[in-house]
């Protein structure tokens, strides 16, 4: 049985599709990966590359149903509404795959703001309309789960397979050292972010909360940024007089694992102003939790539902008194996270998905 896969991701960096890849290589004897980039271990699977290796998603798009109609495969898994195109494709010329559809994101109410998402608004127009079609559909957590269901019309409630990632990747702790050590010399209590510079992001209530609580706490920022939104950061940093405030860019992952290690506190926020911000499923919370690094986080209810369940972290949008109960009760928080990190398996996520799935394709006669 021939399963193939289709993203629209960088899959080096993009942490859930490389999960389903290896979901994709245990359903069926056969594995065929197409996207613009390649995988850590393109061996195991046959590759088969878009846009020469470059975002090009009209080359994509045309790469994917010529790649689809050479290799003939019994089984698609599609990911994310880049990928809705494909999806009326093979609803109207090949009934007879068996469709897997994986929602990381959920972009069901963006207003067109530019040209990029009044692409994106095509994209949600194909997903609304063609994803009942799909045998499977997967969600990232259960809000957005019930959500997908009734939008979409499914007959079913989309299968949940949450965005629990553990960074594996091993970091050189004296280069490491060498490079942060100064933002972690004192006693300062020291908070991390990895959503880049962004309003949507709440970086600047997060940058003016820990700037207002002065020298003694420290904001250490991570992630990517646009030039305006880096300017504008700098220019609150001096307006202000703040010298607790730090943005170092895009970092490795390897270089984010050991940052999490050796802060206090990390941080997902999310504004609460569109359905996917709403229902955020970041994988950062769990990638923190790995680390046995309390979190603080807005009060989106998947963020809410973790930190009200297992007591390991505060859901605010008041992010200087959430700061200042977490250094409070640190210690309890720190317990709390390391229980919850030892009953979380990751790789007893993938193999529950591949049995739910192998189920359902074995219910439907394909083998």
């Known amino acids: 049985m021939k399963v193939m896969f289709i993203v629209y991701h960088d899959i080096k960096v993009e942490a859930r599709s490389q999960e389903i890849l290896e979901v994709a290589k245990n359903l069926g004897s056969e594995t065929v990966f197409v996207s613009y980039s390649k995988p850590f271990d393109e061996g195991s699977c046959k590759c088969i590359l878009t846009g020469k290796g470059k975002r090009n998603y009209f080359s994509f798009i045309k ?10 495969p019994d089984i698609i898994i599609l990911h994310d509404n880049y990928t809705a195109v494909i999806l009326r494709w093979l609803h109207k010329y090949r009934k007879k795959i068996f469709v897997i559809y994986d929602s990381s994101e959920l972009y069901i109410d963006r207003k067109p703001k530019s040209l990029k998402t009044f692409i994106a608004m095509h994209m949600n127009y194909f997903e609304k309309k063609y994803l009942r079609y799909a045998n499977i559909v997967i969600a990232a957590n259960v809000e ?16 949940v397979f949450d965005n629990a990632h553990k960074i594996d990747d091993l970091y050189d702790t004296q280069a490491c050292d060498k490079k942060y050590d100064k933002f972690f010399s004192d006693d300062a209590f020291c908070v991390l972010y990895g959503g880049g510079i962004g309003k949507p992001r709440m970086t600047f209530e997060l940058a003016k909360a820990v700037g207002n609580l002065g020298n003694n706490y420290r904001l250490i920022i991570a992630g990517q940024s ?57 994988g950062k919370i769990y990638e923190s939790i790995f680390e046995g690094t309390p979190i603080l986080t807005s009060e989106n209810p998947p963020f809410k539902r973790i ?6 972290g505060v859901s605010t949008i008041d992010f200087t008194n959430g700061i200042l109960e977490l250094q409070k009760n640190y210690q309890s928080y720190r317990k709390n996270v390391e229980s919850y990190a030892k009953n979380l398996n990751v790789e007893d996520r993938i193999d ?14 394909i083998t």
């Open 226 to 282: 646009s030039e305006s939104e880096k300017k504008q950061l700098y220019s609150m940093i001096k307006s202000n007089n703040y010298n607790n405030i730090f943005y170092l860019g895009f970092i490795p992952r390897n270089e984010w694992r050991y940052l999490l290690k050796k802060s206090e506190i990390s941080v997902s926020v999310f504004t609460q102003d569109t359905v996917n911000n709403i229902n955020c499923a970041s």
């Open 63 to 72: 790469n994917s149903i010529k790649a689809i109609k050479n290799e003939n």
């Open 352 to 365: 529950l998905l591949i049995k739910t799935l192998k189920e359902k394709i074995e219910s439907n006669n």
């Open 144 to 159: 957005r789960a019930e959500i997908m269901k009734n939008y979409f019309h499914l007959n079913v409630t989309p299968i």
């Open 307 to 312: 930190c009200k369940n297992y007591g390991v």
